[in-house]
T-cell receptor
Framework: TQLLEQSPQFLSIQEGENLTVYCNSSSVFSSLQWYRQEPGEGPVLLVTVVTGGEVKKLKRLTFQFGDARKDSSLHITAAQPGDTGLYLCAGGMKTSYDKVIFGPGTSLSVIP | DTGVSQDPRHKITKRGQNVTFRCDPISEHNRLYWYRQTLGQGPEFLTYFQNEAQLEKSRLLSDRFSAERPKGSFSTLEIQRTEQGDSAMYLC??????????????FGEGSRLTVL
C-alpha cells in the first residue's frame, strides 16, 4: 500500500507551459517535503512545508500544503528544459517518529 | 567533502552471494536512512536510525537484509543470499532531527547493485 500517491506519473510538456503535480495521502504528516532527482544522482530538497495551508514560492515554483496536512501540490510556471527530472514528495510520519517516506514520483520532461 | 558518501558505487554479484554497503553520513546528523530505488520510481523506505538505535525496519524487508550503525556514525547495510530481485540502487540519507521537524535529507550518490 502506497501511503503517498503522486499524479500524474509522467508529464511531457513544451517549454513555457505551466504544470501542477499533486501529492495525496490519507495520513497526516508532520511536514512534507518536495525533492527533485536527476538521473544517477540522489534527490535534492526543494522545499519543506510544515503548517497546514502553507504556501511557499521558490522562483517559478509554488508549493502548497493542504489544510489538513494530508496533501500538497507543486506548480511550475513557464517550465524550462532545466526543470526536467523526477519530482518526489516526501512526508514525515507523525505516528512513526517522523520517519520520512517518499511518493512514487512524477517524471517531468520539458521539451525545448 | 563533507557530504554523505556511499561505498561501493557499483556492485555486481552472483545470486546467492552476500553484499555489504557502507554509508558515511554528515558528521553532526543524528538520523540515517536507507532506501531502495528502482528506475523511475520513488525511494522505498528500508530502515532508519536515530544515533545508534534502529527505530524501524520495513515490514517488506526480508530477514536477508540487516543494517547497523554501531557508534551512531557510519552505517552498513548487508544483504545475504542475494536474489535477482535485489537489483536496485541503494540510497543512504542523513538528517538532523530537531524537535518534530524532520529536517532536510541529504542523500549520497547511491550504491547500485546488480545481481546476476
Amino acid at each position: 500500500t502506497q501511503l503517498l500517491e503522486q499524479s500524474p506519473q509522467f508529464l511531457s510538456i513544451q517549454e513555457g507551459e505551466n504544470l501542477t503535480v499533486y501529492c495525496n495521502s490519507s495520513s497526516v504528516f508532520s511536514s512534507l517535503q518536495w525533492y527533485r532527482q536527476e538521473p544517477g544522482e540522489g534527490p535534492v530538497l526543494l522545499v519543506t512545508v510544515v503548517t497546514g495551508g502553507e504556501v511557499k514560492k521558490l522562483k517559478r515554483l509554488t508549493f502548497q500544503f493542504g489544510d489538513a496536512r494530508k496533501d500538497s501540490s507543486l506548480h511550475i510556471t513557464a517550465a524550462q528544459p532545466g526543470d526536467t527530472g523526477l519530482y518526489l514528495c516526501a512526508g514525515g510520519m507523525k505516528t512513526s517518529y517522523d520517519k520520512v517516506i517518499f511518493g512514487p514520483g512524477t517524471s517531468l520532461s520539458v521539451i525545448p | 567533502d563533507t557530504g554523505v558518501s556511499q561505498d561501493p558505487r557499483h556492485k555486481i554479484t552472483k545470486r546467492g552471494q552476500n553484499v555489504t554497503f557502507r554509508c558515511d553520513p554528515i558528521s553532526e546528523h543524528n538520523r540515517l536512512y536507507w532506501y531502495r530505488q528502482t528506475l523511475g520510481q520513488g525511494p522505498e523506505f528500508l530502515t532508519y536510525f536515530q544515533n545508534e538505535a534502529q527505530l524501524e525496519k520495513s515490514r517488506l524487508l526480508s530477514d536477508r537484509f540487516s543494517a547497523e550503525r554501531p557508534k551512531g556514525s557510519f552505517s552498513t547495510l548487508e544483504i545475504q543470499r542475494t536474489e535477482q530481485g535485489d537489483s536496485a540502487m541503494y540510497l543512504c540519507a542523513s538528517s538532523l532531527l530537531a524537535g518534530s521537524n524532520t529536517g532536510e535529507l541529504f542523500f549520497g550518490e547511491g550504491s547500485r547493485l546488480t545481481v546476476l
